[in-house]
């Protein structure tokens, strides 16, 4: 069984004379097509009239059904289409008047005494006082229509039509009809078809402004939004294109990335759930940047399935992706550099080594002919022994802590951070540089405050950097001194200070200072210092150098401390 079209349901109820005022509001053109067909088969038929008003794309589709339907050409004659940009516009502007000109043009069959039908779709510009114009245009519609006995169907684009308008509309139409349903209006009231007084022209004038006002935020938005999304493409286009990996993602859950990305972390989908690597570093990211706001470069190293390690410097920034919070974290690859640092710590751990053989050799002599001669006299005399027995065991403690601090010397150096005391740290320095200062007639005093100051590092990589620094302070003090060495608690830091006597760097050069391969000796490689500065920037910290000729040189090491061991 056919089913129903709602405007016929109106028509069919609608008392003969009384006339029909019919708001349409359609979204779907195929029922919107189907509603007029059937209003106008309905009309033919009763041999009434029919006005319709519509696009000509929408025209044709009306013929071509009716023609479906077996009406044919001759059944037109009561058949009256309008183009309804010529109806209703005048230079694309609404034009109030036109509802004189449509009641012209159906004079000539009111005359003849005809029934009469009309359907326009109503054309709603985006222009000043839309609403004003629509609002007398169907006043003077609807006391036509209350004269005359008309049906009339006003059918209004639901999708470009905006809320406000079709709730003032439904006050002038008597009926109100959707693509599938329809009611009597619940807003209709002849008292609205008056023509509006000044007060209510002011108040569609206020609807009307507060709409402008509200279109144009949309608008803007809209306009931000393609922007964002343009940008994002750019991004996304730019990011594809590094020749680094590249990742956005929003807490474990990764957004994009690029290709290089995909084939450097073996990753085959945007599901990191089985690639533990990534999935580390992302958790300790947020961990640490939970307590601290500092974006800055940090290195990380990610270990991979088949047993592969490499090392990465990690940018990270926070940005807005698809209008939520993501974080963008580059990484670039600095294996290579670690392994070349690694080479660099160890060649000069060698330099260093020979440089001391000399005088641990005769730190070790010293003792060892102590207790040979001790040894000597316990064979041959009666006396009591437990003096020599003093004697030797600290000579043998001497010989066991130097052993140590050369062998810790020689130790390999790894990434394995833990928290260290730096004041013991030093101290075990001291103890290690002290037979060859005293070669050369140096004093080293070590001053601290507190005999327990905490950082996070690798224990072998910070003593490297105080027995570069210090042996270069004694290489320059020819005629002997102190080196002092202060260590000062900051509030979130722990500052080392290396003060020598020695003969001071001039001013044009000590911005050379910690450059590779840059040296003021004549047997020096430049590497020492540069690994100094290498080892401390890893550990977020900094090196500053002050200096005067013939004074000496102040070398002041920042480190971030610890609260708690």
Request: glycine share 4%; proline share 2%; aromatic share 8%.
């Amino acid at each position: 069984m056919q089913e129903i079209q709602p405007i016929t349901k109106i028509t069919n109820h609608t008392k003969q004379d009384t006339g029909a005022h019919i708001l349409y509001i359609f979204n779907e053109i195929n029922k919107y097509i189907g509603n007029a067909v059937s209003f106008i088969m309905e009309g033919l038929v009763k041999n009434e009239v029919v006005l319709f008003v519509d696009s000509e794309r929408s025209i044709a589709k009306v013929k071509d059904e009716l023609n479906s339907k077996g009406f044919q050409t001759h059944h037109f004659q009561h058949l009256i289409f309008a183009d309804s940009s010529q109806t209703y516009l005048v230079e694309d502007q609404f034009d109030v008047n036109r509802a004189g000109m449509l009641i012209e043009m159906l004079q000539p069959y009111f005359d003849e005494n005809y029934k009469i039908r009309t359907w326009g779709q109503v054309l709603v510009p985006q222009h000043e006082y839309i609403l004003e114009r629509l609002r007398t245009f169907e006043c003077h519609s609807d006391h036509f229509i209350g004269q005359t006995g008309l049906i009339s169907v006003c059918a209004y684009n639901g999708l470009t039509t905006p809320a406000y308008i079709q709730n003032e509309l439904m006050k002038t139409h008597n009926y109100f009809m959707t693509d599938s349903e329809y009611s009597l209006s619940p807003l209709y009231n002849r008292d609205h078809i008056k023509f509006p007084s000044g007060e209510e022209l002011e108040r569609l004038r206020r609807l009307e402004k507060q709409n402008k006002e509200l279109q144009d935020q949309n608008d803007h938005l809209t306009l931000e939004n393609k922007l964002i999304a343009q940008n994002e493409q750019k991004v996304r286009t730019i990011i594809d294109h590094m020749p680094i990996p590249v990742i956005i993602r929003r807490d474990a859950d990764i957004l994009f990335l690029n290709g290089v990305a995909q084939k450097k972390f073996s990753i085959g989908n945007r599901n990191i759930a089985e690639e533990n690597h990534l999935h580390q570093f992302f958790e300790k990211y947020d961990s640490e940047s939970a307590v601290s706001d500092d974006k800055k470069v940090h290195q990380h190293q990610l270990s991979f399935k088949n047993g592969k390690k490499t090392y990465y410097l990690v940018k990270s920034i926070d940005m807005i992706y698809e209008g939520e919070a993501a974080i963008l974290h580059s990484f670039v690859d600095i294996t290579h550099e670690k392994e070349t640092e690694k080479r660099f710590i160890r060649s000069e751990k060698l330099n260093i080594a020979g440089e001391l053989a000399a005088g641990i050799a005769h730190e070790l002599r010293n003792p060892l002919t102590a207790i040979k001669g001790f040894f000597s006299m316990l064979k041959t005399t009666n006396e009591r022994k437990e003096m020599y027995y003093t004697i030797i065991e600290d000579e043998l403690s001497r010989i066991e802590q130097i052993s140590s601090e050369l062998l810790t010397l020689a130790k390999p150096h790894s990434d394995n951070r833990k928290i260290h005391n730096i004041v013991q740290l030093i101290h075990e320095v001291v103890i290690l540089l002290t037979p060859q200062a005293n070669m050369d007639n140096i004093e080293i005093i070590l001053q601290s405050n507190s005999k327990e100051l905490y950082i996070n590092c690798e224990d072998t990589k910070i003593k490297q950097v105080f027995i570069n620094l210090i042996k270069n302070a004694m290489d320059a003090m020819n005629d002997g001194g102190n080196i002092t060495l202060k260590i000062n608690e900051m509030k979130e830091h722990i500052q080392v200070l290396v003060i020598d006597q020695g003969s001071g760097i001039p001013q044009e050069i000590l911005n050379k200072i910690g450059e590779p391969f840059y040296t003021t000796k004549e047997k020096g490689t430049g590497i020492g210092l540069m690994v100094c500065f290498q080892i401390i920037e890893s550990h977020d910290g900094t090196i500053q150098v002050d200096s005067t000729v013939d004074v000496g040189t102040t070398f002041t090491i920042t480190l971030p401390a610890l609260r708690e061991a």
